[in-house]
Nanobody
Framework: VQLQASGGGLVQAGGSLRLSCAASGFPLDYYAIGWFRQAPGKEREGVSR????????YYADSVQGRFTISRGPAKNTVYLQMNSLKPDDTAVYYCAADRGEVVNGRWYLPSDYEYWGQGTQVTVSS
């Protein structure tokens, strides 16, 4: 079971990037998928999550209205469209898979996710 995150890069503030999360070894639509990020010296934080069906999405307050999570038409890829990027968005971004359900709205706990990708660097210059 492997997850592969890709699509990171260097972009100016106000720009956009689209991250992709692809799976090998298991059907991605069996799992809820979360995106997390970790900046140097900071804890890993939840950015967004999409349910296995694609019906439920969650966003951190810091990205609400700027980022959009979605599943691809073949359901083997999950995307994170990031618009209006800010320097504070600079981090390594990870995707992760969770077979469980969200409890008490706490979708952002890294410990709830069973499988993790290797991360992709996003750098936003001012």
């Amino acid at each position: 079971v492997q997850l592969q995150a890709s699509g990171g890069g260097l972009v100016q503030a106000g720009g956009s990037l689209r991250l992709s999360c692809a799976a090998s070894g298991f059907p991605l639509d069996y799992y809820a998928i979360g995106w997390f990020r970790q900046a140097p010296g900071k804890e890993r934080e939840g950015v967004s999550r999409i349910s296995s069906s694609g019906d439920l999405t969650y966003y951190a307050d810091s990205v609400q209205g700027r980022f959009t999570i979605s599943r691809g038409p073949a359901k083997n890829t999950v995307y994170l469209q990031m618009n209006s990027l800010k320097p504070d968005d600079t981090a390594v971004y990870y995707c992760a898979a969770d077979r469980g359900e969200v409890v008490n709205g706490r979708w952002y706990l890294p410990s709830d996710y069973e499988y993790w990708g290797q991360g992709t660097q996003v750098t936003v210059s001012s």
